[in-house]
């Protein structure tokens, strides 16, 4: 996509709401860039900021979100502080109910959305009115967001995107784009799948015929340093996986041959050195897949 300044006519400017969670293990530098980065840094700017305190967090965390709000006077901040940590779905959930436009953009809280993210996402959504879920692909970083050490790129089309559900997850959650009506009505983030709260999302949606599309383009820097490995490396990730392939065998998106040997891969991962996962990382899970090929 081309990325000359494609700014939208403010007559017909798209409303949105963007929606992030932060929590008190969350990195409070981390969160400011982030939330600088869907507001104060956009060329097209949200209306609503809805950011949800998914239980107590530190008074730091306030001061970011009022800063913020500070320097956005035409942005509503809705600021959610819930009594517990719930995990990444209710507290998603709970955000959700309070965004107020048609169309919710997603970000995590120790992301970086290039300036142009939502330029670019709207400019594809006003030519595709028919998608309801639309993401991009992500640069992927340690420590530095300029040194980038790989990328996960997904799937175009639609029917690119189904077939790559039946393997893993299709969208790049921190980059998407939805429309808030059809996720409602689809019941929002399942709190029974751990992390895979998005990817069974996708599945559910992709079952309700929701039509999907993600964009060439980098939209969102995304921080994978500080454990994200270790984090991949969870017994308890085997559990949630070998849920979602049942799921996804029900929905009849794959057979139980399929399903199999997606259990069977989780496993070996799950068990794989560190200094392996690394190595499959950046030669087989972010490799360059055939539709980003110009």
């Not at 530098?29 to 609503?48: H, R």
């Not at 209710?90 to 959305?113: F, P, Q």
């Not at 790129?153 to 808030?180: C, D, F, Q, W």
């Not at 039509?211 to 017994?235: C, H, Q, Y």
Request: proline share 4%; charged share 30%; hydrophobic share 40%.
């Amino acid at each position: 996509m081309d990325n000359k300044n494609i700014l939208i006519d403010t007559d017909v400017r798209p409303e949105f709401s963007v929606l992030t969670s932060v929590y008190k293990n969350d990195d409070v530098g981390f969160f400011e860039v982030a939330l600088n980065s869907v507001t104060t840094e956009q060329t097209l700017k949200p209306l609503q900021a809805v950011v949800v305190c998914d239980g107590p967090v530190d008074a730091a965390v306030d001061a970011v979100i009022e800063k913020v709000r500070n320097v956005n006077p035409d942005i509503e901040f809705t600021v959610i502080k819930k009594s517990e940590n719930k995990g990444l779905a209710a507290a998603l959930n709970t955000g959700l109910a309070e965004c107020k436009y048609a169309w919710v953009a997603r970000m995590d809280s120790d992301d970086i959305a290039v300036p142009d993210r939502f330029e670019k996402q709207f400019l594809y959504l006003r030519s595709n009115p028919n998608v309801s879920v639309l993401g991009s692909y992500v640069s992927e970083f340690e420590s530095d967001p300029q040194k980038p050490v790989s990328m996960r790129a997904v799937e175009l089309t639609h029917a690119e995107i189904v077939e790559m559900a039946k393997t893993r997850s299709p969208m790049n959650h921190g980059t998407v784009v939805y429309r808030k009506d059809d996720i409602l009505k689809l019941g929002g983030y399942s709190e029974n799948f751990g992390k895979l709260e998005d990817y069974k999302l996708w599945v559910d949606a992709i079952s309700a015929g929701l039509s999907f599309a993600n964009i060439p383009d980098i939209t969102v820097l995304m921080r994978i340093g500080n454990g994200f490995i270790e984090r991949r490396s969870n017994k308890r990730e085997i559990q949630d996986w070998d849920a979602l392939q049942d799921y996804l065998l029900r929905a009849g998106l794959i057979t139980k041959s399929k399903a199999r040997k997606n259990k069977m891969y989780i496993r070996i991962f799950i068990r794989t050195p560190k200094w392996v996962k690394k190595i499959l990382y950046k030669t087989v899970l972010r490799k360059k897949v055939k539709s980003e090929k110009k």
